[in-house]
């Protein structure tokens, strides 16, 4: 299965009907296969020139910087505007030409309309190239915003993604996507019911342990560390929620390791302060945090110094107030992004659903890449379930089901859910059972309320809430009234 820049695990449909009822050693062998074919599409071709070509400009001069993306968004816009179906329509398509003409790409980014992901999930191929570069590999993805996208790439534009993360992310933390890693990701590995384990298959083929999401808790947590030690990894990688509950569980009953890690690398959440501090702990490691997506529209590595720095050749971001004005002040800012890597399908003024805080100020670092002072990401709870077991990832809910916009996930009790579910037209019965059941698997028998709500609830921000959690009960367990 791919790290947290990566794509997915197994597919959705019959494989995974097959993966689930196939005996655990099988299932390993499964995810190797699948691990090879992944490895090739992501590392093959001409991978390890493009990690090079990263390496060398992460000393260019913000002028270089500036020359740079200014020719690939000119080239960018260009194709676009001539071979795009939803971009060939856009009125100001005759005035965006002639300041390309006159050699202003950003001038003519900003007469384009902002992406919303709506309008991407409507019509994933009317943001198509007519005449595509390469056969196109689709990736599901709810992002942030619960919203469920189809997002289509050739394999070169996953690969010159992950050369960037090999080269921005991985080799910044002093790893490699060849070391023997941890993933503990949202793929559910076993059912939320299932509390004999293991919770973790071996993808040998990528030298990686990966480990479910979904079992973490006081219960399960000595033995997550102990299939960890025999492993063996050089690093840690996975959402950072995850990666925290684990190591504050542990903390939690005296364990640290015993053989000191590389690094712990963190994505997909905002890693605060604390939890860094607690993964440094009990891993004996530094902590290093990251922003990507399968949009592979931006992508955001920290450096020695510790300060997260946006990659200008992976995508031009802007940051925004009110959607559309650029910042005043320190108050986190709407990230729109427009990826420069993938021309078959691509992204304009991308609403990310992400929201940061850019710094002005130049990086000891020496680098020039633009830096986020501050990653707010996605708001969530946690959802805590009667033993313990912390859970949080729902993202993968909608995946899959046409009619459903988004997905909040709504705990009022130890047992009891809401799904707060926006359709398009009435919610279809199968789209219904299909989230009660998607939701069971990761939480066990739980009841579950289905409610059509025209849109979401937003925060002062404009953050969708994706997880809320109403029981009023804090993440070290659940404190029993007399009834109990």
Request: glycine share 10%; net charge positive; charged share 25%.
């Amino acid at each position: 299965m791919p790290d947290a820049a990566g794509r997915g695990g197994p597919a959705v449909g019959l494989k995974e009907r097959v993966y689930a009822h196939t005996p655990p050693v099988l299932q390993s062998a499964l995810l190797s296969a699948y691990g090879l074919l992944w490895r090739q599409r992501r590392l093959g071709g001409a991978f390890h020139r493009y990690v090079a070509e990263y390496a060398a400009r992460d000393f260019l001069s913000a002028a270089e910087w500036q020359a740079y993306q200014g020719d690939r968004l000119a080239a960018l816009l260009r194709h676009a505007l001539q071979a795009v179906p939803a971009y060939r329509r856009l009125p100001m398509r005759a005035d965006a030409l002639h300041l390309l003409e006159g050699n202003r790409p950003f001038e003519a980014l900003r007469l384009f309309p902002l992406l919303d992901k709506e309008a991407l999930r409507r019509a994933p191929h009317d943001f198509v190239a007519s005449q595509p570069g390469g056969r196109l590999g689709a990736a599901l993805t709810s992002g942030t915003t619960g919203t469920p996208l189809r997002i289509l790439a050739s394999a070169d534009t996953h690969r010159r993604f992950m050369a960037a993360y090999e080269a921005r992310v991985r080799r910044w933390a002093g790893v490699g996507y060849g070391d023997r890693r941890v993933m503990i990701g949202g793929r559910l590995i076993v059912p939320a019911q299932d509390r004999r384990g293991p919770f973790w298959r071996t993808n040998w083929a990528e030298h990686q342990l990966y480990m479910s999401a979904f079992h973490i808790g006081p219960d399960t947590a000595l033995r997550y560390a102990a299939a960890i030690v025999r492993f063996a990894p050089r690093y840690l990688v996975g959402y950072a929620s995850a990666l925290w509950a684990l190591a504050d569980e542990l903390e939690r009953q005296g364990w640290r390791t015993p053989q000191p890690l590389a690094a712990v690398l963190t994505s997909s959440e905002p890693l605060r302060p604390d939890m860094r501090a607690t993964l440094s702990r009990v891993w004996g490691c530094r902590v290093y945090d990251g922003y990507s997506g399968v949009e592979s529209c931006c992508l955001a590595g920290e450096c020695g110094h510790g300060r997260l720095h946006l990659n200008p050749d992976v995508g031009v971001v802007e940051f925004l107030e009110n959607a559309g004005d650029p910042p005043q002040g320190t108050e986190p800012c709407e990230m729109v992004a427009t990826g420069l890597l993938n021309l078959d399908q691509p992204l304009i003024r991308y609403r990310t659903g992400d929201m940061a805080v850019p710094s002005a100020a130049p990086c000891g670092c020496g680098r020039s890449m633009p830096v986020i002072e501050e990653l707010v990401g996605r708001v969530e709870d946690d959802v805590i379930l009667r033993d313990g077991t912390r859970v949080r990832r729902f993202h993968s809910l909608p995946l899959g089901l046409a009619d459903v916009r988004s997905v909040q996930v709504v705990q009022e009790s130890p047992d009891e859910f809401v799904l707060n579910v926006v359709a398009d037209g009435a919610l279809s019965e199968p789209s219904r059972r299909a989230l009660v059941s998607r939701l069971q698997e990761r939480c066990g028998a739980v009841r579950v309320e289905v409610c059509t709500v025209p849109e979401q609830e937003r925060t002062r921000h404009g953050k969708f809430r994706a997880v809320v959690n109403r029981s009023g009960v804090a993440a070290g367990g659940w404190a029993h009234t007399p009834s109990e």
